[in-house]
């Protein structure tokens, strides 16, 4: 079991921004020494799900891993009505959104789509993040059981970028998250933006979160309140389509997104 572990450590190594990488890189990466990783790869290799370079004898994906992820997408019908969701949701917000699903403790970030606004900061397909300093992740973190959290967050390297939150804080969070329905990354992610994000799950259990971002100096509070009225509609939409429990209840107790009464909202206050 240990030399599958190893193996998908290895894979996920590879992202959007790392499509290409030495063993010494690998070894460091996942702790193993270099002569191990040279066996691991040259193994997934020969197996296809990698690639090497005849020249600098890097390794990249290969043919097997995108014809499973292919087949993973063809039985995944979620992610593409939630991405043709998110793409709407950009075109009548004007800023970039992202489709992301849960891996371990990060937000893996699967499709991207640039809004229009001049000022935006864009993450591309392929990035990974800790999943609680995302808006997206925490709404995907609120899905999951209590003791789930706390193992994943347990389990879950140190990160001087994204330091990990307090057990509890992270709990109160959560908790907040469950009972209005989305969540926000106040600054959390990257500096200047600020962030709102729902989950959506289907009836086999698999989640994505749709998600907004926008810089904290841009869109005033009225709009960002209509933003988040946006991806409160596309839950509701995807929740009913696929017998989403969350969903059905929240809708059952939120039967409607209303607007902000005497042009004041607290529904983006941040946590």
Not at 33 to 48: K, M, N, Y
Not at 74 to 97: F, N
Request: with cysteine; charged share 25%.
């Amino acid at each position: 079991m240990k030399s599958v572990h190893n193996a998908m450590a290895a894979l996920r190594c590879f992202s959007g921004q790392t499509r290409e990488l030495a063993v010494s890189r690998v070894a460091d990466r996942i702790k193993i020494t270099p002569s191990s990783a040279s066996r691991l790869l040259g193994a997934l290799r020969d197996g296809g799900l990698l690639d090497q370079d005849p020249v600098t004898r890097r390794y990249r994906p290969g043919r097997l891993a995108l014809v499973l992820g292919g087949l993973y997408q063809a039985h995944t019908k979620l992610r593409d009505l939630a991405q043709s969701e998110l793409d709407a949701l950009v075109e009548r917000s004007g800023h970039t959104g992202y489709l992301s699903l849960l891996d371990g403790g990060d937000l893996l970030v699967i499709h991207t789509r640039q809004g229009g606004y001049p000022l935006r900061l864009v993450v591309e397909p392929g990035a990974r993040i800790p999943a609680w300093a995302t808006a997206g992740g925490k709404a995907l973190l609120a899905r999951l059981p209590d003791p789930e959290i706390r193992e994943r967050l347990r389990r879950a390297p140190r990160n001087s970028q994204w330091p990990t939150p307090s057990p509890r804080g992270l709990q109160d969070e959560i908790a907040r998250i469950r009972a209005r329905g989305h969540a926000l990354a106040e600054q959390e992610t990257f500096p200047g933006i600020r962030a709102v994000g729902i989950a959506v799950a289907d009836g086999e259990g698999r989640a994505f979160a749709l998600s907004l971002s926008f810089p904290v100096a841009g869109p005033d509070r009225k709009a960002q309140d209509r933003f988040l009225g946006m991806l409160r509609e596309a839950g509701h939409r995807l929740g009913d389509r696929f017998g989403d429990a969350a969903w059905q209840a929240y809708t059952a107790s939120h039967p409607k997104p209303r607007p902000p009464r005497g042009g004041r909202s607290e529904t983006m206050e941040a946590p």
